[in-house]
T-cell receptor, first 116, second 114 residues
Framework: DAGVIQSPRHEVTEMGQEVTLRCKPI?????LFWYRQTMMRGLELLIY????????DSGMPEDRFSAKMPNASFSTLKIQPSEPRDSAVYFC??????????????FGPGTRLTVT | KNEVEQSPQNLTAQEGEFITINCSYS?????LHWLQQHPGGGIVSLFM???GKKKHGRLIATINIQEKHSSLHITASHPRDSAVYIC????????????????FGTGTSLTVIP
């Protein structure tokens, strides 16, 4: 099993540009989570999906952030327009089974985003 | 006020020592999660527990729901245990139309010296 796959691993962009982060969960997992980690705020949950449906997006910082899960094997987190304060490591995680997020999560390697 | 408090923030131990990391929380939870973040940044889930105790190799996690407290123990610590350990709790609000809420501790940075 390849585990959770995230791309790109590193992204450097200029303020105002659109950024798209990608995640492929472990096959068969039906819950997917997007996290952000910064030195100041630590690890934060942005949004999670069950069976491709967003369940809770209360952690999404503002309207510049959007996430989609068009199918069970792919999700995107988009920031438009990006700002320097969005610089962070973004993790994707998946878990199985069911709609209960209390099952063990498997984390991807993260995407380190730097907005200049 | 932080919903999840971890202690200590930093911990240095000699190889072979018994280590305890504590996590206290203030909300009602459906589960508590211990995560390990390696120096390279990767995150691994160690335990997910909602009651009692779980053991995996040299790692033991316990939770006391009444006291709203969990501990992560490492027996016979080794330099490869050096990492940041993060406690996360999952709170299920009473309102059924809201999702679960996740709260994270700030982490305990553990260094095990050979």
């Amino acid at each position: 099993d390849a585990g959770v796959i995230q791309s790109p691993r590193h992204e450097v962009t200029e303020m105002g540009q659109e950024v798209t982060l990608r995640c492929k969960p472990i096959s068969g997992h039906n819950s997917l989570f997007w996290y952000r980690q910064t030195m100041m705020r630590g690890l934060e949950l942005l949004i999670y999906f069950n069976n491709n449906v967003p369940i809770d997006d209360s952690g999404m910082p503002e309207d510049r952030f959007s996430a989609k899960m068009p199918n069970a094997s792919f999700s995107t987190l988009k920031i438009q327009p990006s700002e320097p304060r969005d610089s962070a490591v973004y993790f994707c995680a998946s878990s199985y089974p069911g709609t209960d997020p209390t099952y063990e999560q498997y984390f991807g390697p993260g995407t380190r985003l730097t907005v200049t | 006020k932080n919903e999840v408090e971890q202690s200590p923030q930093n911990l240095t131990a000699q190889e072979g020592e018994f280590i305890t990391i504590n996590c206290s929380y203030s909300v009602g939870i459906s589960a508590l999660h211990w995560l390990q973040q390696h120096p390279g940044g990767g995150i691994v889930s160690l335990f997910m527990l909602s009651s009692g105790k779980k053991k995996h190799g040299r790692l033991i996690a316990t939770i006391n729901i009444q006291e709203k407290h969990s501990s992560l123990h490492i027996t016979a610590s080794h330099p490869r245990d050096s990492a940041v350990y993060i406690c996360a709790v999952i709170h299920r609000p009473l309102l059924s139309n809201t999702g679960n809420q996740f709260y994270f501790g700030t982490g305990t940075s553990l260094t095990v010296i050979p």
